[in-house]
């Protein structure tokens, strides 16, 4: 079976810096997506990882251990419109790229 | 804008009817992924369609089925419709199926069953 496990709420004050963690469990491995999801709003991508690491996209970065089964999403400068549902996903079978989500994480900031 | 289109946008069926939902995929892209969103979840994969042929599926019984054309569009046909059926579907495609290619969401359609 597969899991991902993800706080389900995280609030912070806008400018702020926030990490949303995510930790896996699944029987194959071949990477870590971050989507951010805007209320009624369809998922974008945000970040891949496949390999161990730190991945930097203006102001979010996303960082793997694959040893630890573990990753993250980092969101600095955070703005009102970061506001959002956070997903970490896996690609859990080769031949196919169809991704394994977690629950999510909903991100609001405060002024 | 991700260039993946989906139709309907809205649908509201009863118990035991049939649905037909509809994909068009961004431009050079050849693969479609279909996924079912419960309120407050995450999406959960249903299969995949790469050069009109099933490349995976996750845990959902035969009354889902698919097809991808020759143009990569695609379509998810949910018969003898469930309550808990009601969920927002979201196609996405990509280049290809390797691991590191994006999938790219379309706005999805929100399905309601009575």
């Known amino acids: 079976g597969q899991s991902l496990e993800q706080p389900s709420e995280v609030t912070a004050v806008e400018g702020a810096i926030v990490q949303i963690n995510c930790t896996y469990q699944?029987?194959?491995?071949?990477?870590l997506s971050w989507y951010q999801q805007h209320d009624g709003g369809a998922p974008t991508f945000l970040s891949y990882n496949a390999l161990d690491g730190l991945e930097e996209t203006g102001r979010f970065s996303s960082f793997l251990s694959r040893s630890d089964s573990y990753g993250y999403l980092l969101l600095q400068e955070l703005q009102m419109k970061d506001s959002a549902s956070y997903f970490c996903?896996?690609?859990?079978?080769?031949?196919?790229?169809?991704?394994?989500f977690g629950t999510g994480t909903r991100l609001t900031v405060i002024p | 804008e991700t260039g993946v289109t989906q139709s309907p946008t809205h649908l509201i069926k009863t118990r035991g009817q049939q649905v037909t939902l509809r994909c068009s995929s961004q431009s050079g892209h050849n693969t479609v992924s279909w996924y079912q969103q419960a309120l407050g979840q995450g999406p959960q994969f249903i299969f995949q369609y790469y050069r009109e042929e099933e490349n995976g599926r996750g845990n959902f019984p035969p009354r889902f089925s698919g097809l991808q054309f020759p143009n990569y569009s695609s379509e998810l046909n949910v018969n003898a419709l469930e309550l808990d059926d009601s969920a927002l579907y979201l196609c996405?495609?990509?280049?290809?199926?390797?691991?590191?290619?994006?999938?790219?969401f379309g706005p999805g359609t929100r399905l309601l069953v009575l």
């Open positions: 996903a896996v690609r859990a079978q080769t031949g196919a790229n169809n991704l394994f």
């Open positions: 996405a495609s990509s280049r290809n199926t390797g691991g590191g290619e994006t999938q790219y």
């Open positions: 699944t029987s194959g491995f071949y990477g």
